[in-house]
């Protein structure tokens, strides 16, 4: 099984999830290519995508939408997760709430584009180079504060959810295509097939 995990990122901080995903997933035996999105050439050579984006302003990165729009047929044939890239755990007070908040909206704009297994909002990390002046000042009046938010547990935890059934067939597909034999580094290389 042959699984593109795709990234677009802004800071580094999706990149490194989507890293971790395939470095799992590949432990477990599946063919992984980590990349970004807008490197990727032929998206019919994958047989499942696991796909992330940074948040900005409530929305995936314009390469992220790209790809989703071009390869929106390939996608309705295979099987998809989402995850998506903020900073929810940065906020704090009467704000905190606001993650989930985030990760419908983004959710939903989503579904308009994908039909997908899962989708997830994970955090980040938020440094001060990361934003505009203007951002800075709003991001400390809301009491927020800057740092590493990534939770690998939970991201790990999520990743071990992403299974694809042997012998995947393509909806509406009546010839599958057999399964390719896995060429993924055993489980104490810990690494995945990776292209930048």
């Known amino acids: 099984m042959t699984v593109l995990v795709g990234y677009a990122t802004a800071h580094g901080s ?12 590949a432990e477990r035996g599946f063919q992984v290519d980590v990349r970004s999105m807008a490197e990727v050439d032929d998206a019919g050579s994958y047989e499942a995508f696991v796909l992330g984006s940074a948040i900005h302003d409530r929305t995936w990165l314009p390469e992220a939408f790209a790809f989703l ?32 908040k985030e990760e419908g909206l983004v959710g939903d704009e989503l579904r308009d584009k994908v039909r997908a297994r899962d989708h997830r909002l994970f955090s980040g990390i938020f440094r001060r ?60 290389h810990g690494r995945p097939i990776t292209r930048h």
């Not at 505009?132 to 991001?139: D, T």
């Not at 909806?171 to 489980?187: M, Q, V």
């Open 129 to 188: 180079e990361h934003t505009s002046v203007v951002g800075h000042l709003l991001f400390r009046g809301l009491g927020c504060r800057y740092g590493d938010y990534r939770d690998w547990e939970r991201i790990d935890a999520w990743a071990s959810t992403i299974e694809v059934r042997p012998g995947f067939q393509e909806r509406g597909s009546p010839d599958p295509r057999p399964a390719r034999p896995s060429t993924a580094a055993p489980a104490h």
């Open 69 to 100: 729009d071009r390869e929106r047929a390939v996608l309705a044939r295979r099987p998809v997760w989402l995850f998506s890239v903020g900073m929810p755990a940065a906020l704090r007070g009467p704000w905190r709430n606001f993650g989930a």
């Open 14 to 25: 999706t990149r490194s999830i989507a890293e971790r995903i395939g470095t799992l997933l």
